[in-house]
């Protein structure tokens, strides 16, 4: 029987079989993914074959090749990864320049993973009704930078709906990942975008000015206008995985345009001479804050650690 896993709780996985049943799964402690060292081997919007047993539970036997997926580094200094869900159609990475922060490198390291595997990512900046102008100012300069690159980019209060009617038909017959920080609005999001969604909100902490775990286990919502949308846990800090150094100007668009007029084809852009990269990012043309991020990610792989 195959079906779709729809929800992951940590211990059990409900899959949606091809006959529209859900059914609570389990999986073989010998199942492993090949090449891949995960703390979790099965995420949602996998394609699994599973064995019914006789208590109408199942068990998973097996899991459909992936066409992608998110996967960040699990923790501090873990040569392990988490799988955040897989074979997406679309990103929305939702952002608040305040109550709490997002920084342009978690934003940035996010963005990268997901032009590892070629997944569309739209910013949704969320919020927008407590902004002062001050934080206005700010979250315009992020929108113009962004969309100069070539993301997407959407302002949005969940809270009081603005902004939520263009998202539908961006929604329709997609399966579209919802991250961010905890806190920044996702699941009041969901519950004003998904009927008879109930997803629980949590406020935000005073001495921090970070969000408190509200969503705690994975989930694709059905949409009624077809597509899913999948829920997640926020997520803390954002460690890139297996991208060698090589590669990680290819996943940022404007500094891989300009690689190409380096004095070497094996310029890594931080002290070359005839530089390209360099040259335009002291001339404006790339943002300081994106070139930033690149070293950041970029010292993570070849010091073999991750900082947030």
Avoid at 33 to 40: F, G, M, P, Q, Y
Wanted: hydrophobic share 35%; glycine share 6%; with cysteine.
């Amino acid at each position: 029987m195959r079906g779709l896993v729809i929800k992951n709780t940590g211990s059990w996985y409900l899959v949606r079989t091809d006959e529209n049943k859900d059914v609570e799964c389990k999986i073989r402690g010998s199942f492993r993914l090949k090449d891949i060292r995960s703390t979790n081997p099965i995420t949602v919007g996998d394609r699994v074959s599973i064995v019914m047993n006789e208590d109408n539970t199942g068990v998973i036997t097996e899991i459909e090749a992936r066409k992608n997926y998110i996967i960040r580094r699990s923790s501090n200094l873990s040569k392990q990864s988490h799988i955040i869900a897989s074979n997406l159609d679309l990103c929305f990475l939702i952002v608040t320049v305040s109550k709490p922060v997002t920084t342009t490198v978690f934003i940035d390291r996010f963005l990268a993973s997901a032009e590892a595997y070629r997944i569309p990512v739209n910013l949704l900046f969320n919020k927008i009704d407590i902004c002062d102008e001050e934080e206005i100012e700010y979250m315009e300069a992020l929108i113009n930078l962004y969309e100069y690159i070539g993301y997407p980019c959407f302002k949005i209060s969940a809270r009081n709906s603005t902004g939520l009617d263009i998202l539908n038909d961006k929604l329709k017959d997609q399966i579209t990942l919802f991250s961010g920080h905890s806190g920044v609005g996702k699941s009041t999001l969901i519950n004003a975008i998904v009927p008879n969604a109930t997803l629980r909100t949590g406020d935000i902490s005073n001495y921090h000015g970070k969000g408190m775990h509200t969503t705690t286990f994975s989930e694709m919502l059905e949409l009624p206008q077809g597509g899913f949308i999948i829920d997640t846990p926020g997520i803390k800090g954002f460690g890139t995985v297996d991208m060698s150094p090589e590669e990680i100007s290819h996943y940022f668009p404007e500094i891989f345009k300009f690689s190409h007029n380096c004095r070497f084809n094996n310029c890594m852009h931080t002290n070359e001479p005839g530089c390209a990269v360099r040259e335009a990012v002291e001339n404006h043309y790339i943002s300081e804050t994106r070139y930033k991020s690149y070293i950041n990610i970029l010292e993570d792989e070849t010091n073999d650690k991750y900082r947030k």
